[in-house]
C-alpha cells in the first residue's frame, strides 16, 4: 500500500466515522473516549459490570462520574490489582471489583499477562502474547450466567465486554436466559488482535445478538453497543 493510498483510507475510515457518530446522536445515544458508546438512561441506581476494566477503569469511573452509577469491574490481571483495589478504596460502596475472567463456561483457565503493554488475554495467539514477555498463570473463569448469579444482580443496566478475544466463545455459547437481565452490551470484538477470529467471526456473532431482541450499532466496525428493541421497565 503506498503513501498516499493510506492517507486515502484513513481519511475514509474518519469521515465514516464522523457520519455514524451523528448517526449516534441523532438515536441519542452519547460517546465518550476512547471508543465507549452507551444510551444515557442511567442513574444512581444502576448498575453496570465492567469486564476487562484494566488498572484505570475508566469506563466505570466515567460513568460513575456523570451518573453516579455503581459499578463493578470484573479483570484477573494481577499487575492491575492494586490499583483496582485504591478505586474502589476511594468510592466506597461505588466501585467494587472481583478478579475473574468471564468466559464461555466455569472453570480454571491460562491467562498471559503482557509485561509490555496493558492487556493480556487467555489466548496465545493474541497479538501482545506473541510480541510480548508474557507471564502466565492460573484464574479462575465464570460464565455470564455465573457472574451475575454470584454478584447477586436480577438486572445489569449496562455489560461493557473487553475481554481480549474472550468475547467470541462467549458470545457463541451464551443462552438468552443470560442475557435477559443485561439492559445494554458493550461489546469491543478483538478480530484485529486475535488470529483466529476474523472480521467474518463478528458480524456472524452481531447477528446473532441481534437475534435476542438487541439493536446494534458501531462507530468503527470494533465496538459495538446492542441495546434492547424493546427496553425492559424500571
Not at 99 to 112: K, N, R
Amino acid at each position: 500500500m503506498t503513501i498516499l493510498s493510506r492517507i486515502a483510507a484513513r481519511v475514509a475510515r474518519d469521515l465514516k466515522k464522523i457520519q455514524r457518530l451523528r448517526q449516534a446522536r441523532r438515536e441519542g445515544l452519547h460517546f465518550a473516549e476512547p471508543n465507549f458508546l452507551y444510551c444515557p438512561d442511567l442513574s444512581a441506581e444502576s448498575v453496570i459490570i465492567d469486564a476487562g476494566c484494566s488498572y484505570q477503569a475508566d469506563f466505570s469511573l466515567y460513568l460513575m462520574e456523570h451518573y453516579g452509577v455503581q459499578a463493578i469491574g470484573v479483570d484477573p490481571t494481577r499487575k492491575h490489582q492494586a490499583a483496582l483495589r485504591a478505586i474502589a478504596a476511594r468510592h466506597p460502596g461505588r466501585f467494587s471489583h472481583v478478579p475473574w475472567a468471564i468466559a464461555a463456561t466455569d472453570g480454571t483457565l491460562t491467562f498471559h499477562e503482557s509485561q509490555v503493554n496493558e492487556s493480556g488475554s487467555l489466548f496465545a495467539d493474541h497479538v501482545n502474547v506473541l510480541r510480548d514477555d508474557t507471564t502466565r498463570y492460573d484464574v479462575e473463569a465464570v460464565s455470564l450466567g455465573t457472574l451475575l448469579a454470584r454478584l447477586g444482580l436480577p438486572r445489569v443496566d449496562i455489560l461493557k465486554l473487553d475481554l481480549e478475544g474472550a468475547e467470541y466463545d462467549l458470545i457463541e455459547r451464551v443462552t438468552a436466559a443470560e442475557l435477559e437481565p443485561i439492559r445494554q452490551l458493550f461489546v469491543e470484538f478483538h478480530h484485529h488482535a486475535v488470529r483466529h477470529v476474523g472480521e467474518g467471526d463478528t458480524r456472524r456473532l452481531v447477528e446473532r445478538l441481534e437475534g435476542f431482541g438487541f439493536r446494534a450499532f458501531s462507530v468503527d466496525d470494533h465496538n459495538y453497543l446492542f441495546r434492547r428493541v424493546h427496553p425492559q421497565s424500571r
